[in-house]
């Protein structure tokens, strides 16, 4: 398992390097700004300084989780960042992907 992880690492920064040979990498005209922009953008991301309660259907909530953990991050987190991303004005629609459950969805339209 190590060694996989070794492997894979090695090809990922070979990537990188050979990104940077290529001219792929820009230099940022205004640095210092760029950095604190970042850093500004990060700092409010992750300050969380209320609490909310929100009701969710058992199965939205159930579908968050099983998204959550396929990326690796607890529910509560992705939550949180969706929100954030909808409050800022970043969050983009797109394709949704279905899970693996039907919501019930097509069952509703056809027996209406």
Known sequence: MIRKLKAEENIYEDDILES????EWKSVANLDEEIARY??????????????????????????????????????TLIA????????????ESVSRPTNR????????RAG
């Open 102 to 109: 039907s919501t019930g969805h097509a069952k509703k339209l």
């Open 20 to 23: 940077y040979e290529s001219g």
């Open 39 to 76: 850093a500004s953008s990060a700092a409010a991301t992750l300050t969380k300084d209320k609490r909310i309660n929100i009701r969710l259907s058992s199965r939205d909530l159930e579908d968050i989780q099983m998204r959550a953990a396929e990326e690796g991050m607890p529910y509560q």
């Open 81 to 92: 960042s969706i929100v954030h991303k909808y409050a800022s004005g970043r969050l983009v």
